[in-house]
């Protein structure tokens, strides 16, 4: 499986490495005027970040990066302890052969995947980020509270997690633009670099936080609570941050040509 799911990665690796070109002058499938379009583009959206620095070490002390790393974390963490133990949480839900359990499995991933693209095109539609970031966490912390309330209602219980898996999908697309919005040259990409790291420690509490609450407790209803508290810190900390945020990533509105 791990083979399956990595050999592709490297490949695609590869081919960018060999076809990806380092900016719009280099890049031969492009008419003049789409080069001159996008380095006007580039220079819109250089000069909006004003006196931020390009430098990477810039962008690893940067404070709101490691704030975004804390935003990130949260999120991430509802998201793997969801994902990690949910085909476990459904097969909990009632009497279920594996089969069952992995289509069961797939609703949640199947709303997300719809709700990820509608909220993504409202944020880029209306040109405001941060709420489109802390509205979903929201709903992924209700969604993860109502599955513990309801752990007794199986219906119920799944319908809710599938509303917290659709909120924390839906708020990751919307989140990477923020550093980019804050960030240039260099020091977004270290800044990226630092705030996947950061939030990706996540993915190891949160499963963590799961396994280790639900033995103690003997049920998975106050480890959804403990996970529904850090998905809502999440949303409050990116409400924290707009005020010293550019929510608008894009500054020109000409089309291309």
């Not at 097969?91 to 709700?115: D, I, M, R, S």
């Not at 509608?118 to 880029?124: C, M, N």
């Not at 489109?132 to 309801?150: D, M, N, Q, T």
Request: with cysteine; proline share 6%; net charge neutral.
């Amino acid at each position: 499986m791990f083979l399956a799911e990595g050999i592709p990665a490297v490949l695609c690796g590869i081919a960018v490495f060999a076809i990806l070109r380092d900016g719009p002058a280099k890049a031969p499938w492009l008419t003049d005027d789409e080069r001159n379009w996008l380095r006007n583009e580039l220079a819109a959206e250089r000069a909006a970040l004003g006196e931020a620095s390009h430098s990477s070490l810039a962008g690893l002390r940067n404070p709101r990066v490691w704030v975004l790393g804390l935003v990130y974390f949260g999120i991430l963490v509802g998201n793997y302890g969801v994902g990690f133990w949910l085909p476990q949480i459904i097969k909990g839900l009632g009497n279920l052969t594996n089969f069952e359990v992995g289509l069961v499995t797939a609703l949640p991933y199947a709303a997300a995947a719809l709700t990820m693209y509608l909220w993504g095109s409202h944020s880029d539609r209306v040109r405001e980020r941060t709420w489109h970031v802390a509205l979903p966490a929201f709903v992924g912390a209700l969604g993860l509270a109502l599955s513990a309330s309801w752990s007794d209602m199986p219906v119920l219980s799944l319908a809710a997690l599938c509303l917290c898996v659709m909120g924390c999908y839906s708020a990751l697309p919307v989140f990477w633009t923020l550093p980019t919005s804050m960030l240039a040259g260099s020091a977004a990409a270290a800044g990226i670099a630092l705030v996947n790291s950061i939030g990706n420690t996540g993915g190891f509490l949160g499963p963590t936080i799961v396994g280790f609450v639900s033995d103690a407790t003997g049920s998975f209803s106050a480890a959804l609570w403990t996970l529904a508290g850090f998905v809502a810190a999440a949303g409050v900390i990116v409400i924290a941050l707009a005020p010293r945020a550019r929510t608008l990533v894009a500054t020109s509105e000409s089309p291309p040509p």
